[in-house]
């Protein structure tokens, strides 16, 4: 099969790159640059652990083919990271024990992300429907929903401690 060279800025940083014109986003980013905070959960676009924004939108990279990201922004858990500092939202979702086995928490934290980016202060209601694409099995909803109204109050304003810590 034919390839195509995609170029697209991954987590702020110029990526150019081979891929069939089949391949999903989800793919790209695990197989190809080894982001593996990009969970494959159902790969039907039904459980949002595959979240990433793209151009300021939050999208399931399973549903996403990689070619739609042609010369366009994505970012993933690991480009919330500055100055190897945690995000706001990580910290809270630390704080608030929003997470438990941890595998919607990148996902989770997307969508929580695009949402505020777009909204920083969002009504409850908001965030609930901006999570409703993410599924969680193990914490329920209400401490992840606390840990995104607490960012958006500017209650964990403050980037957290050293990722490599």
Known sequence: MKKYTLHMI?????VSLEVRPNSTL????????NLMEVKEGC???DCGTCTVILNGKAV???LTLAMQAEGKEVTTL???NKNEKIHPLQKSFISHGAIQCGF???GMIMSAKALLDKNPHPTREEI???????LCRC???KKIIEAIEAVARGKEEKEGENVTA
């Open 60 to 62: 399931n990279s399973c």
């Open 26 to 33: 989800l793919e790209v980013l695990r197989d190809k640059l």
């Open 78 to 80: 690991s480009g919330l």
């Open 104 to 106: 919607c928490t990148p």
């Open 10 to 14: 991954v987590n702020g940083e110029e």
């Open 43 to 45: 790969g039907q676009g």
């Open 139 to 141: 914490t329920g909803y």
């Open 128 to 134: 609930k429907v901006a999570i409703s694409g993410n």
